[in-house]
């Protein structure tokens, strides 16, 4: 009998499928169909093993958001604490994507729509929520969408898009002197070069043949067109040496303009200056994210090469996946290998170096952050930042844009994007 009431159910509800909207079917689903019931129509659709995994991340997820399951790793116990942004908008919506630095001991936020918020030493330690405070600044952000947060010595400087019209945007620097107050900032360069729109922008301090400076990451617009001809067009400009489109570039303070340090990158999110080596990381198409050490004038080979695809709705009919549609092995095609690349992707963000100060477990270590993976990757590199020597994933459940540490407290901060955006404070709970 209970059989035959479960075939009932899902004939009514395929029935259903074709006479109603598929939003209204899910919703009643939800209401009216027992655990076991949805459970059982998942494995239909789904099957047992995608069900499960499903199930399983949901759970972790909301264990992790709830701090009722810290993270684990493999030789230290560490703890996450979790701030919800939504504490200092009162009321208003966050968005979602957000960065975070540090200004002396003082933490500073600042999310994509140009909201800057800080935090006391004091309140940090102590996750008083009532101690932030909102900073105004003489940018008007209407047209205008932040990219990365960095703060060197007395100075903060954001990256930031400008809407010219709805195919231009230039990408841009401003600076300003750190302040608890008002954020005043100076235009340090302009792109000549304008793209409908932009996936990167983070910047990192460094100088440059005696001239001091800035290094940002310039993505490359155009991606996930599934027309190919114009796909490929747009792509083309990280192989064009006079474009700043999928590059690295760096700025002088003092000419305040740009010359090309690298090329043919997709989207470069992640980027570290450590004694001097350079490394960054990119996403790839589908699978294909990589970690890389750049050198000056040294080519990554995007849009001709890569260890992803093309996503499934852009394979046309004169491509029919038999083979795959970018070059494999870089170093065989003439460009730069990445120290590793992730196949299936993970959506990386930024990477950081492991203070010796955090643990003794973790000397030499470097952290990268995840989006889809909604983790953060603990790696080791040779010596040589040539190859990586082992990767352990501690899942989080959480998108993770950016990550900081804090010496005066021995923990890493994260800006996490889910749930209207949280400061994850993460901390080794042995030490």
Partial sequence: MKKKYIILIIFAFITALFFYKIDSVRKAAKNYL?????????????????????????????????????????FINIDLKIVKLANFYDGNKTPQTFYVDFIKNN????????????????SLKNLDNNKWAKLNTNLKFDNKKVFNLLSVEDNIFISYSEKKSEDCKTINIAKAKASDQELNFDLIYKSKECQKDYGSGRLAAYNFNGKDGLLMTVDVDGAYLQDAKL?????????????????????????????????????????????????????????????????????YGWPIVSY???????????????????LKKHLKNGFEEPIFSFVPSIGMSQIIHVPDSFSKKWQNNFLVTSLNGGSIYRVLFDENFSKLI????I?????????????????????????????????????
């Fill in 34 to 74: 027992s655990e076991s019931s949805k459970n059982y129509l998942k494995i239909i659709f789904y099957g047992k093993s995608r069900v499960k995994e499903i199930n399983d991340l949901r759970f972790y997820k909301l264990m992790n958001y709830n701090q009722a399951l810290v993270p684990e790793t493999q």
């Fill in 107 to 122: 933490l500073m936020t600042v999310d994509s729509a140009g909201n800057f918020f800080l935090i006391d030493f004091p």
């Fill in 231 to 299: 796909r490929d067009k747009a792509q083309e400009r990280a192989q064009d040496p006079d474009s700043i489109f999928g590059k690295i570039i760096f700025v002088d303070f003092e000419t305040k303009k740009h010359e090309i340090f690298s090329l043919g990158h997709r989207t470069p999110q992640g980027l570290l200056v450590y004694n001097n080596n350079i490394i960054a990381t990119e996403h790839g198409p589908k699978g294909g994210d990589e970690i890389n050490k750049i050198e000056y004038k040294k080519n």
């Fill in 308 to 326: 992803g695809d093309l996503y499934g709705h852009q394979i046309e009919e004169d491509f029919d996946g038999t083979n795959y549609y970018y």
């Fill in 390 to 393: 082992y990767l352990e994933k």
């Fill in 395 to 431: 899942f989080i459940g959480d998108r993770i844009r950016d990550i900081e540490y804090s010496k005066e407290l021995n923990t890493f901060i994260l800006a996490m994007e889910g749930n209207g955006g949280s400061i994850g404070i993460l901390k080794n709970l042995a030490e």
